[in-house]
């Protein structure tokens, strides 16, 4: 069973500190990992992506990937309250020769002013 | 303006009507792709296109009919829906379907059958 687990939440984090999402996943071969947030009532949108091992900075956003140990994770400094969402974490995985997105339920988020 | 469009943004269909969810990208991708997102569950892919030919159909019931014309639009025809099939329908985009290739979405279809 091809999976991603990610840990529902939600996770409650004080405005100005660093929130820290996590995400595993089943299949050791897979090589692109994304994450993204979605808003209440709205679509995901693309927050960052990952291919290799280490972390990859983008603003306030810092995404790390162990392959080894099949995790990816997202890193929020200065957390603000805009950042109050649902993040999404999804992984491309082989599917019976052909690569497809598998999706984690996703954590709330909530920044508390 | 999102350069995924998708109408329309809420429908309200009894078990035996028909009706179509439509989807236009203005990104120049040229992969396609319909999820299902239900609530607290994570988002199913249901189809996927490149390059307008139907290159993933993740055993979805027939009464759900995919239909891409060219690279820029996709259909999804509905027919004679169960309850269960109530959710927030998704369409996506991205340039090629490689694994690479991250993909974005229009602001979705909220569907309810009654």
């Known amino acids: 069973q091809k999976e991603v687990e990610q840990n529902s939440g939600p996770l409650s984090v004080p405005e100005g500190a660093i929130a820290s999402l996590n995400c595993t996943y089943s299949?050791?071969?897979?090589?692109?990992f994304f994450w993204y947030r979605q808003y209440s009532g709205k679509s995901p949108e693309l927050i960052m992506f990952?291919?290799s091992n280490g972390d990859k900075e983008d603003g306030r956003f810092t995404a790390q990937l162990n392959k080894a140990s099949q995790y990816v994770s997202l890193l929020i400094r200065d957390s603000q309250p805009s950042d109050s969402a649902t993040y999404l974490c999804?992984?491309?995985?082989?599917?019976?020769?052909?690569?497809?997105?598998?999706w984690g339920a996703g954590t709330k988020l909530i920044i508390k002013p | 303006e999102t350069g995924v469009t998708q109408t329309p943004r809420h429908l309200v269909m009894g078990m035996t009507n028909k009706k179509s969810l439509k989807c236009e990208q203005h990104?120049?991708?040229?992969?396609m792709y319909w999820y299902k997102q239900s609530a607290k569950k994570p988002l199913e892919l249901m189809f996927v296109?490149?390059?307008?030919?139907?290159?993933e159909n993740n055993s979805v019931p027939s009464r759900f009919s995919p239909e891409c014309p060219n690279s820029s639009h996709l259909f999804l025809h509905l027919h004679t829906l169960q309850p269960e099939d109530s959710a927030l329908y998704l369409c996506?985009?991205?340039?090629?379907?490689?694994?690479?290739?991250?993909?974005?979405f229009g602001d979705g279809t909220r569907l309810s059958i009654l």
């Open positions: 999804a992984v491309n995985m082989d599917m019976d020769s052909n690569y497809q997105l598998i």
């Open positions: 996506a985009s991205s340039q090629g379907s490689g694994v690479y290739q991250p993909q974005h």
């Open positions: 296109y490149s390059l307008e030919e139907r290159v």
């Open positions: 299949d050791r071969g897979s090589q692109s």
């Open positions: 990952i291919y």
């Open positions: 990104l120049g991708h040229n992969a």
